[in-house]
């Protein structure tokens, strides 16, 4: 069995190299056969012949060619996605510009309003401090009509003329204008001298304190009635007269 094997083997062998043999043989007979089939004209038909070969082509060509188009399309890809990008980023730029402009014009409108607010109600405030102000005028004022109330007798009388003498500026006090009343008039508001220089002139002196018409008239405080037996009108003429003459009523002992 081992000896037929090896007889295969060889067999298989030699009938490879017959069939590669023959296939020699047959392809220099047809290049012999081509050459001499032309006597003169040898040149003109090997050149048709070869024309009429189908002509190749190289495949490293093809791919040469292939991978410059793949790198145009993916740099104009690229070219593409870098426009695309920029335009994306102008909008959202310009969305951005937007909501900023947005967001700070509502920062200036909601800043306005606070201002108002802080206005309306300051101004809120400064009226109801004038208000305030004015009714604690209208308490003081009711308070001093209340307080202006006299008794009508020589110890209002005076009370009052010196109420309106401190109003006035004019200086004196209770018992300076209480002495100098009793020994004129002895609080007689409607007394009249009918018997010194005076009366002799024509001008007697008359009321609380004896004050002759050219100087009542002369005296006189605003405010105060013009009738000179009126007590007030008669004590604040002779005050500020004496005022003017002796610095206050307050000096005058005697006659003045």
Do not use: C
Not at 142 to 159: C, E, F, H, P, S
């Amino acid at each position: 069995m081992p000896k037929n094997t090896k007889l295969r083997d060889r067999g298989r062998a030699l009938a490879k190299n017959h069939k590669i043999a023959l296939a020699g043989v047959a392809t220099l007979g047809a290049v012999s056969l081509a050459f001499s089939a032309v006597p003169s004209g040898g040149q003109t038909t090997t050149i048709d012949a070869a024309s009429a070969a189908p002509v190749t082509y190289s495949s490293e060509r093809v791919k040469d060619v292939r991978a410059s188009v793949t790198d145009q399309l993916a740099v104009a890809s690229v070219k593409v996605e870098a426009i695309e990008a920029k335009k994306k980023a102008a909008v959202e730029a310009a969305a951005k510009k937007k909501a900023a402009a947005a967001q700070a014009a509502a920062a200036k409108k909601a800043a306005a309003e606070r201002k108002a607010a802080a206005e309306r109600k300051a101004e809120l405030v400064r009226q109801a401090k004038e208000a305030a102000s004015r009714s604690a005028q209208r308490v003081q004022v009711q308070q001093v009509a209340a307080k202006a109330t006299y008794a009508n007798n020589l110890d209002g009388w005076i009370r009052q003329s010196l109420d309106i003498m401190k109003s006035k500026g004019i200086p004196g006090s209770y018992n300076g204008l209480h002495r100098n009343i009793m020994r004129e008039s002895s609080g007689n508001p409607n007394a009249i001298n009918n018997w010194d220089i005076n009366a002799v002139n024509g001008v007697p002196s008359k009321g609380l304190l004896q004050v002759i018409p050219p100087t009542f008239k002369a005296y006189h405080v605003p405010g105060t009635s013009w009738n000179i037996y009126d007590p007030v009108a008669n004590i604040t003429a002779a005050a500020n007269y004496a005022a003017d003459k002796y610095g206050s009523i307050d000096n005058v002992f005697g006659a003045y």
